[in-house]
């Protein structure tokens, strides 16, 4: 019985090692690989009670939050979060080591994996309508304009921004098909958030997090809610983030000089280093398409506990 519990603590520990690897490469979903994995309804629920304790807690209501507390599954949420955890501090220097040393495979690699991420998440329309289209075509244009704003990744942002960062990223964490390192790059503080990891700049990661927890208390509820009544709607609104994204993630000409593809906000014909760029861009969004897939067959499966 001992070893059969400790089992399932090990596995649910590997599955948020998954969730995490997922959730720092742009593109990739850690809630789509938790559908994968077949805990996506029991993540979602368990998150669900911990943000009604914390809402206890926040009008003042010690007792029932922590009533409420000793119903959150955490036999499994400690090991999933901490799964999660280790995937981020051993990657995070990989991914930050090869966005300085292949910028331009890097950033193809990511609009691969964007790509792959729109296609997978028309496909997950309920009944597509022309209005679909019009408002991700419509939101698209727009988040390209805006983009292009920007003309780098944020240096030295603010705590604030690390706090901005925790609340958007933390999406990805309930919502299979958003990647939260797409959305830090989108607001330019992917780059940020990795050098605070690697650097251990607690205090930045403290942010981070409190930022995280916050939105994950406040609005795991409200996003649950959209997707129930405004499903389609809401993916349509995400598809078009992801085409504006198109343009921070295009690899030529490197968005900051010679040290990073991925950030370019003035597009430019491919040149130099193309082949190999292209053949990744393609590998990266057919693995988006095939997770996918996977996911679609073990949607209805749920780990036991």
């Known amino acids: 019985m001992l070893g059969a519990r400790l089992g399932g603590v090990i596995g649910v520990a ?34 669900s009670t911990g943000s009604r304790a914390l809402g206890r807690f926040a009008r003042g209501d010690v007792r ?16 999933l979060v901490a799964g999660a955890a280790a995937a981020v501090l051993t990657l995070a220097r990989v991914i930050e080591t090869l966005l300085l040393d292949q910028p331009i495979r890097m950033a193809a690699v990511f609009l691969g994996l964007i790509i792959g991420t729109i296609g997978v998440a028309w496909r997950i329309l309920r009944a597509p309508e022309p209005r679909h289209a019009v408002v991700a075509g ?11 704003l920007q003309s780098a990744a944020a240096t030295s942002p603010p705590l604030l921004a690390y706090f901005v960062a925790g609340a958007l990223a933390i999406c990805a964490f309930i919502l299979p098909g958003v990647s939260g390192s797409f959305l830090l790059l989108s607001i330019g503080m992917y780059q940020s958030v990795l050098g605070a990891v690697n650097d251990r700049s607690l205090l930045a990661v403290a942010v981070f997090a409190a930022g995280a927890t916050l939105s994950l208390a406040v609005f795991s509820r409200v996003l649950e ?3 129930e009544g405004h499903h389609d709607i809401l993916t349509a609104a995400l598809i078009g983030l992801m085409i504006g994204s198109v343009r921070i ?23 130099g280093d193309v082949v190999i760029p292209v053949i990744l861009a393609i590998a990266a969004a057919v693995l988006v398409v095939g997770v996918s897939r996977l996911a679609e067959r073990r949607a209805m499966v749920h780990v036991p506990t």
């Open 14 to 47: 590997l599955r948020g090692f998954l969730m995490g690897s997922a959730d720092v490469v742009p593109g990739v979903s850690g809630g789509t690989v938790a559908l994968v994995t077949g805990i996506y309804q029991r993540l979602v629920t368990a998150i």
């Open 64 to 79: 029932a939050g922590l009533v409420m507390l000793r119903d959150v599954d955490w036999l499994f949420l400690v090991p």
């Open 138 to 148: 419509a939101l698209g244009v727009i988040a390209f304009a805006l983009f292009g």
């Open 225 to 227: 809610r959209l997707l």
């Open 249 to 271: 993630l295009w690899p030529w000409p490197n968005g900051l000089g010679d040290e990073n593809g991925v950030g370019a906000t003035v597009l430019g014909a491919p040149q």
